[in-house]
């Protein structure tokens, strides 16, 4: 299991356009393998993208079948080069993200998306999907497009909110 280290804003990595993947070999198969080790490794963590890796090229693993309480989805969903071909619907939900610890923000979405990719397998694939699931995979694809949750807020003043931090039982937060 290899988790790697996970890049914080305001690291530029984060801010440049992802490159594309293109043929699949086994240097790609290894980041896929990376991408769910870091991602399963990360306490609470549904997706994350290959620049949030250091690596700059367009790749994302996700999985929100994890949360506790159950959302309709795909399972663990790895994709090179994804595309969004559909968009529709929008609600404005709050998101966390791995590479900006210590905020959450409310964001616009579209409630359904249409994703088409290339599976470490070298298959393309395209998912229909809606709800939270949607929005993971618009936050991942966000990521290739050097773009951040605090991109996406209409409002810094209203729409960030520090992370809330809980003290273990019998623990002091320091």
């Known amino acids: 299991m290899t988790v790697r280290a996970v890049i914080s804003y305001p690291s530029r990595i984060l801010k440049t356009t992802a ?23 990360s306490p609470g963590c549904v997706g994350v993208a290959a620049p949030q890796i250091a690596v700059p090229v367009r790749a994302f693993a996700l999985d929100i079948s994890v949360m506790r ?4 989805n795909h399972g663990l969903i790895v994709l090179f080069d994804p595309e969004l071909l559909h968009a529709e619907g929008s609600d ?3 998101e966390g993200c791995l590479s900006v610890p210590h905020y959450t923000c409310d964001v616009r979405r579209a409630t359904g998306v249409v994703v088409r990719g290339t599976t470490p397998d070298g298959d ?8 939270f699931e949607a929005r993971a995979v618009q936050h991942e694809v966000d990521h290739l497009d050097g773009l951040l949750i605090l991109d996406r807020v209409a409002s810094p003043r209203t729409d960030v909110f520090r ?3 809980y ?3 019998g623990k002091r937060l320091t």
């Open 19 to 41: 490159e594309p993947v293109g043929e699949i070999g086994p240097a790609e198969r290894q980041l896929a393998v990376d991408l769910v080790d870091t991602m399963r490794g």
């Open 167 to 169: 003290a273990r039982p």
């Open 92 to 94: 404005v939900r709050r």
């Open 163 to 165: 992370r809330k931090r």
């Open 69 to 72: 309480r159950p959302h309709p």
């Open 124 to 131: 393309v694939r395209a998912l229909e999907t809606e709800g």
